[in-house]
């Protein structure tokens, strides 16, 4: 189904095929976003905009080496970059708020929060590759691509993490 | 996925907290690939922009043409059929109008 959609769009710049693969990666595509902006859902918005209008315009660049939403998060990085820029900001998220990353309706866990409030101890490096790997199902690999960073600083960003979390996770569970 | 080291206990339970943790919740579209859509189609407007012309000059003009030709036209013509199908001018006035109903479905359906 979504091979045969990027094929459509990709062979035949087809638009109603380039919707439908909207549609499918929105989700994604719009909380990495949201991550990065630190719940700037609005700027998020406009940037996931952006990073579409740009898929749409360089579809043929798409080669089919990565998966189809991977290549949409390294453009959407770079649009944020660009973006941070401008303002200024930090290159990466510095803070993965519980409230940036869930819709207000929906209840955070007791896990969810502790969650949230050990990866504010991390350094944003190591949250934005912990939220890609746990969050965005994406390989080291595939990781290193999309935010155009070494393999070894991926991995390494990944241990630091993971080392710091266990520390302050040595202990959790469930409140009763 | 790649995990870094799958043979510590702890490294597997801390695994297992953050798959749960974060998880992937889906956002509602929420009108935002409506959005999209509708950007690309404003993107897309300067290569329909001849065929609009085209078509709302035609909408314009074939009113007057036809009724140019129909006050031109003969008594003895008026009301028959085969004579306003060989009138060139009421021709093309339809073959216009009907460029344009064609280019502004296109636009309108890029744009839904």
Known sequence: MESELIRRFVRDGDPRAFGQLVELHQSAVRRFLRHLTRGNHAAADDLAQDTFLQAYRGGSRFRGDARFETWLLGIAYNHFRNWSRSRDAAPVAAANRPEAATPATHRLSDLQRDLAEAMANLSAEEQLALNLVFQFGLTHAEIAATLHWPLGTVKTHLARGKGRLGELLALWKPRT | ?112
């Not at chain 2, 974060?22 to 509708?38: A, H, I, T």
């Not at chain 2, 012309?53 to 031109?72: F, N």
Request: aromatic fraction near 6%; charge should be neutral.
């Open chain 2, 1 to 112: 996925m790649e995990t870094t080291n799958l043979n510590d206990e702890e490294d597997r339970r801390l695994e297992a907290l953050l798959q749960a943790g974060l998880g992937r919740p889906e956002l509602p579209d929420g009108g935002f690939s409506r959005r999209v859509r509708r950007a690309l189609a404003a993107e897309s407007l300067p290569r329909y922009r001849a065929w609009l012309i085209l078509g709302w000059c035609g909408l314009g003009s074939a009113p007057v043409l036809a009724a140019w030709a129909l006050a031109s036209a003969p008594a003895s013509e008026l009301g028959g059929r085969a004579a306003l199908l060989d009138d060139p001018w009421i021709m093309t006035g339809v073959a216009v109008a009907a460029a344009c109903a064609a280019a502004t479905w296109r636009l309108a359906s890029r744009l839904r």
